[in-house]
């Protein structure tokens, strides 16, 4: 049984002490991922920018596991204002429209009031 941590480079990470991601047992288990690009620390203030960043953040630390969007199987949406998720129906159509995973949408307050929208999934690795 191997056990891998992936890490986005997010300063939370080893704030909170979580990982991006964790592989075992064939499995891809991606934290709840917020619309921080990464890159430069900052978080637009579009909910649909943010779904974009954080499908982005969780397509690289799926790639880093071994797994592809294709492989996704379950999906977690949560948002503060429940009334800004049609907004992202068009970024999720673009990245799970044809593999149309499980999925639920929460609505709750979020760590930080700049965060609209937080993403968690699941996803088998690839098999080759």
């Given at each position: 049984m191997?056990?891998?941590l992936i890490s986005s480079g997010?300063?939370?990470e080893a704030k909170i002490g979580y990982s991006r991601a964790v592989v075992q047992d064939g499995w891809v288990?991606?934290?709840g991922t917020t619309g921080y690009d990464y890159d430069t620390m900052t978080m637009p203030a579009d909910v649909a920018d943010q779904c974009r960043n954080a499908l982005n953040t969780i397509k690289?630390?799926?790639e880093q596991g071994g797994a592809r969007m294709e492989d996704v199987v379950r999906v977690t949406y949560i948002l503060p204002e429940?009334?800004?998720f049609e907004a992202c129906f068009p970024v999720l159509?673009?990245?799970f429209g044809e593999i149309r995973p499980a999925a639920t949408m929460i609505s709750c307050p979020l760590l930080d009031p700049e965060m609209k929208i937080e993403i968690e999934v699941t996803a088998r690795q690839t098999q080759e």
């Open positions: 191997s056990r891998k997010s300063p939370f288990f991606v934290s690289g630390a799926l429940g009334k800004d159509q673009e990245f």
